[in-house]
């Protein structure tokens, strides 16, 4: 990055004088924990690929230290806020900091849970330090609103960097994984230290990587079809898939013919099975 525009990110300085100027402090109820450190930012915006092309939606940009780094590298940025004290603050900041890049940021004040649509051009990329409360459902449902969105890269949790990236077989393989893999190929990218936030969380954080699918997963059911059954399996992990699923065949012997038609053992259990197995329990419900 070049060594002329060294100060146009955010400082631990920088982030506390904003916050103290707004009478800003940050929420456990949002998860608000603010990234201090530019080198991290920049970490962010490499891992994540983004191009100088890159339309990159962020969720929940604070006071905009990540913002800044996504637009010194592409083409354009739309924020999404929840906060309306962040929200009105922020494209003064991206004013104030970037002035020749003011007119490719634009601010959404919403819930991003909310966001069915977002102005000018569709989004490419999602780049975001997402509150940990709320991580997993804002990505999947951006995900499945934006379906231009090919890459992207979130800070969660490192417990739920896990949990998305998990692959079957595994103890922490469950509906966030599957889920995620309908969408993308998912894979950890890295971890972050508590001491790059301000407040310092008290859990560590990772970085998740997801490229969407070139070819989506194959099948007549539909995505609600296909999730009605990852959740039926994992809300009773311990149980064999004869029977957790039962409730969602109708009995547990409807259950037994669906799995077998689609090739799966009866005895196997939700965390064996790959996205492509449950999509093939869900096209063998009897009366579908």
């Known amino acids: ?32 924990n603010f990234v201090i450190d530019a080198n991290t930012v920049r970490r962010i915006v490499r891992t994540a690929g983004v191009r100088p092309d890159d339309v990159v939606v962020e969720v929940g940009p604070g006071l905009g230290s990540l913002t800044l780094a996504l637009l010194e590298a592409a083409d354009r940025v739309t924020a999404v806020e929840i906060d309306d004290v962040l929200a009105a603050a922020l494209p003064a900041t991206i004013a104030a900091r970037m002035p020749e890049r003011a007119d490719r940021f634009t601010l959404v004040h919403s819930d991003a849970m909310n966001v069915s649509a977002l102005p000018g051009p569709a989004p490419t990329a999602l780049v975001a330090n997402l509150p940990y409360n709320v991580a997993v459902p804002v990505l999947l449902h951006m995900l499945d609103t934006f379906p231009g969105i090919e890459r992207t890269l979130v800070m969660v949790q490192a417990e739920v960097a896990d949990r998305l990236a998990a692959a079957p077989g595994s103890k922490v393989y469950g509906v966030p994984s599957v889920k995620a893999n309908w969408y993308a190929e998912v ?102």
């Open 187 to 288: 894979k950890r990218a890295g971890a972050i230290g508590r001491n790059v936030f301000w407040p310092a969380p008290n859990v560590d954080s990772g970085l998740v990587s997801l490229v969407r699918r070139a070819e989506p997963v194959r099948t007549t059911a539909s995505k609600r079809e296909v999730f009605q059954v990852v959740d039926a399996a994992f809300a009773q992990r311990r149980k064999t898939l004869r029977a957790a699923l039962a409730g969602w065949a109708g009995s547990a012997a409807a259950a037994e013919a669906a799995l077998v038609a689609a090739g799966v053992s009866p005895q196997a259990r939700g965390e064996s099975l790959t996205v492509e197995e449950f999509a093939r329990i869900a096209e063998h419900k009897e009366g579908e």
């Open 1 to 32: 990055m070049s060594s002329s525009i060294p100060d146009v990110l955010l400082g631990p300085a920088d982030i506390r004088e904003l916050a103290a100027a707004l009478g800003v402090r940050p929420t456990k109820q949002r998860g608000q």
